[in-house]
Each structure stands twice: as structure tokens, then as C-alpha cells.
């Protein structure tokens, strides 16, 4: 997902959110359970979001503010990780240590509604949508498997689709809710405004919030996302900030590298 206002050092004003950044949400809250990895639509891994499951957070997620080494991503090394080859922590912004994750018991009230959402806006949207693979963009194929792009669909649709986040009871994403998106994801679609059609840059950038919906799930990502996007703002949030240092190599560069290793490596899966 990206947001026209949040452009990254050396971006051009027409950055997108690009969330998979929803769709990343419950952060979008909206890169399904475990069926879900496979797009199965069976029920959620609801054991995973109860007291004592292992779910992503921002203290496993560090903020990761720099580019890929080198604008190249280097085998072996996750984006952002210190000198010890880990990802860094922090409790929010500015490492405070405040606590600003949601808690298990709150995201099992608003995942199933949030995820009904998101179903109903993929099947109401899957007449118009096209594959990643049909809109024949050359360096794509370098970077991400030919069953990814021949999976990952995409919707041309403006205004785009956004959760109705405050009206769920989560008030305190409105802001993001009323964000000025160019693109978002939900689990492997992918929606874009129609003057990004043929913008390779945001395609790629989406497409690594579908891996990330894959390795982590719904209920993993969705969780993931709106703890970042609440503790560490959207552009610094880690599920984007691995999105955007990719992306930006991926521009700046002709160095290519296994996207989906790259993040399973980051993810630490």
C-alpha cells in the first residue's frame, strides 16, 4: 500500500500507499488462516490469535528504516537487521517501550468481521480482475515466481476499496481509513487506481505485501500491520518498510533477487 504524502528520499509526489499495505488492514488492520496461505476459504486459525499464540508484532518486526545494502538485496541478510544479523526492536517510536499492540483478545473480536469484508470486496471485484501476468511487464518475471504473477490479480477501480475500520469500532485508524491511497492488497489481489495501470514500480511494490500475506496468513498480517501502523506510524511500519526498501531497490537498480526468499528471510520463516 502507498500513500501520496509518504514519499520515501528521492521519491516522486505520486507515491502510493500501497498496503497490503492492507490491505493490509486491521491496520488496514487490512503481501486466510492456514488455509488462507493457500487461499483456501476455510476458517481462520482462530488458536493462533488466542492468549498465548505466536503472533507477528512490531517488537518481531523491527522498524526497518534502511534501503536494501547497497540498493541490492545481499543473500543471507535481512533488510534493516543490525550488526548481530537480527531485526531490531522497539516497543514503539523512538524505542520508548510503550505498549501500543493490540491485544489478542481485540483482534479476535474484529478479525472475523474485517475478513468477511475483505471477502465479500474480493468476490464482488473477481469479474474485472486481470492477472499480474497479463499486463507484460518485462522486469517482474525477474524478481518473482511465474505461478506468483499468474495468481496475483489486479482491480483498476477508483475510489479503492478501504475497510470501514471506524465504524468496526477501530476509530483510532480513521486516519488511515481516510488515507490517500494509490494501491492496496488483500490477500492476492491487488487494487490499484487506474493511472497506475502500467506503473511496474507499484506492481512490484504490492506484490511483496502479497508474499507477505501468504508466509504470514491473514490473521498473522492483519495483526502484523496494525500493531506497526500503530506503533511505529505507516511509511515506518515494518510490514511497509520491508515493502518500500524492496521496491526501492528494485528501482534504483538492475541487480535482481529472490523476492519471496527475501522476505521469507526477513519474516525469519
Excluded at 10 to 33: E, F, N, S, W, Y
Aim: aromatic fraction near 8%; charged fraction near 20%.
Amino acid at each position: 500500500m502507498r500513500r501520496q504524502q509518504f514519499a520515501p528520499a528521492a521519491r516522486r509526489p505520486g507515491d502510493r500507499i500501497r498496503v497490503g499495505g492492507i490491505a493490509a488492514v486491521l491496520g488496514v488492520l487490512v503481501t486466510l488462516a492456514a488455509e488462507d496461505r493457500t487461499q483456501a476459504q476455510n476458517a481462520p486459525r482462530i488458536s493462533r490469535i488466542l492468549p498465548g499464540a505466536s503472533v507477528l508484532n512490531p517488537s518481531k518486526l523491527a522498524g526497518s528504516e534502511e534501503n536494501l545494502r547497497g540498493l541490492s538485496y545481499v543473500e543471507g541478510r535481512n533488510i534493516g537487521e543490525n550488526s548481530a544479523g537480527k531485526i531490531s526492536s522497539a516497543g514503539g517510536p523512538g524505542g520508548s517501550g510503550r505498549t501500543c499492540e493490540m491485544s489478542p483478545e481485540e483482534f479476535a473480536k474484529f478479525y472475523p468481521p474485517l475478513l468477511d469484508w475483505i471477502r465479500t470486496t474480493l468476490t464482488a471485484s473477481a469479474h474485472v480482475a486481470q492477472t499480474v501476468a497479463s499486463r507484460g511487464f518485462s522486469r517482474l518475471p525477474l524478481y518473482f515466481t511465474e505461478k506468483t504473477l499468474a495468481s496475483t490479480k489486479v482491480v483498476l477501480v477508483d475510489p479503492l476499496p478501504m475497510p470501514p475500520l471506524s465504524s468496526m469500532g477501530l476509530v483510532r485508524f480513521a486516519d488511515f481509513e481516510r488515507g490517500d491511497f494509490d494501491g492496496i492488497t488483500y490477500i492476492d489481489t491487488v487494487f490499484l487506481k487506474p493511472n497506475q495501470s502500467n506503473n511496474e514500480n507499484m506492481h512490484f511494490h504490492e506484490l511483496v505485501h502479497v508474499i507477505q500475506w501468504r508466509l504470514l496468513g491473514s490473521d498473522q498480517f492483519l495483526l502484523s500491520y496494525a500493531n506497526g501502523l500503530e506503533c511505529f506510524g505507516y511509511r515506518q511500519s515494518p510490514l511497509e518498510a520491508m515493502a518500500y526498501d524492496a521496491e526501492t531497490a528494485f528501482a534504483s537498480s538492475t541487480a535482481i533477487f529472490n523476492v519471496e526468499k527475501m522476505v521469507a528471510e526477513k519474516l525469519g520463516l
